[in-house]
């Protein structure tokens, strides 16, 4: 059964994977096992995450992406995340809407995903999602994060080369040098720079780059673009290629991907530690005892937390 | 670990040449709110685009909505292909300016339910809720 589903993917089969991917992201289990087989075929494609705030251009400069890629004769996967709504838990995916002309042509294969209550702009299914699509053989695959603000540093974990979309009219220069999202891109890209603030952003954000060290031999660029009308996409796609030619002669490239398989496990170790946590604090007779300590002051939080971690791990030392 | 609820996933989809999508991105909305992923492709979508991307985002229906009058051959496209991609079992519905003797002619041709003008959102919620558990 299983066996037969990866031949059909591995084959192109479509419908199999995308079915197999809505297995993946309702946490079936017997998709796992699917997985396994994929797993050991995937690992090629070069995988580029798209982070910035809401609104910044991160879907129709994916949109473009993905024609210039196509016009090279490469094949693409596209990943685009949305949040999805505390409230009802429904979510509105629309980040397809900038990318639908793609939508008949097969070598192009777009799927959107609700964070599920997943933080820093990915959703947890992600990283199964782009094994699916690296196994059945994409060239190239872009991972568009949810609009994020100032902390969405995920991506950088499951990325061969993150790219950083800011546009104009979002805050003074103090933002630019602000920690977090402006210290993870491989590349910045000053979207709309039609705008008539976009040379200042341009400047602000090269002063707040000024003097970061080259990493993996790669100083960041800042390119400029008006995804709507395809202002400098070509050029920006060059780049990413250049950054991967540049992660490869350098080593790099083994090193990324031992950081984003790094990522993916550990994110499963934390699922997994979090579900068999909330699962015992859920035998509340238990820990009525912990709570009412905790709750009258007898006991403190760290401490009851590092007996209880001692206990439930079977961690011998726990700091 | 504990099977999980499924969520549901639907895509709604404008065919053809009009563009007014009030409508349907209130259907969106709705959708949203009762809990479902609700993928929106956008205006002046041909059928073999809707079909395909029906098909990639792995969903369970497909909603379909179109103001323009060539519902009957658009929304019959849709399903043909849906079938065609080995996707027959998506359930679609529709929605928008559809006379009442297309009705059933459009039943037939595999679209499961029509909504006319002055359907409230919660009955098209409720119906792909009630629907949704035959899968």
Known sequence: MNSLIVRRILGGDVGAAARLMRDLDDEIPAARAALRGLYARAGRAHVVGITGSPGAGKSTLADKLVEAARRKGQTVGVVAVDPTSPISGGAVLGDRIRMQRHAADEKVFIRSLAARGSVGGLSRSVFDTVTVLDAMGKDLIILETAGVGQDGIKVAGAAHTVLVVLSPGQGDDIQAIKAGVLEIGDIYVVNKCDHRYSEQLARSLLLALEGTAPRDGWTTPIIKTEAVSGKGTRELLDVIGAHRSALVSGRAWERRSMNMARTAFMELLETGAREFISGELAREKRWRRTFSDLASRRADPHSAARSALRKLLNIKACK | ?135
């Open chain 2, 1 to 135: 670990m504990n099977e999980k609820k499924r969520k549901i996933r639907v895509l709604i989809a404008k065919p053809g040449l009009d563009g007014h999508d009030r409508g349907a991105k209130v259907v969106v909305r709705a959708l949203r709110d009762a809990g479902m992923e609700v993928i929106y492709t956008g205006i002046r979508q041909t059928p073999e685009a809707i079909a395909s991307a029906a098909v990639q985002e792995g969903v369970d229906f497909v909603g379909l909505s179109c103001l323009s009058g060539a519902h009957n051959n658009l929304f019959t496209r849709v399903v043909r292909l849906l079938r065609k991609k080995g996707a027959g079992d998506i359930i679609v519905f529709a929605g928008g300016i559809i006379p009442a003797p297309d009705i059933p002619k459009l039943k037939k041709a595999g679209v499961r339910e029509i909504f006319p003008p002055g359907t409230s959102t919660r009955d098209i919620a409720q119906w792909v809720l009630q629907t949704a558990k035959e899968l």
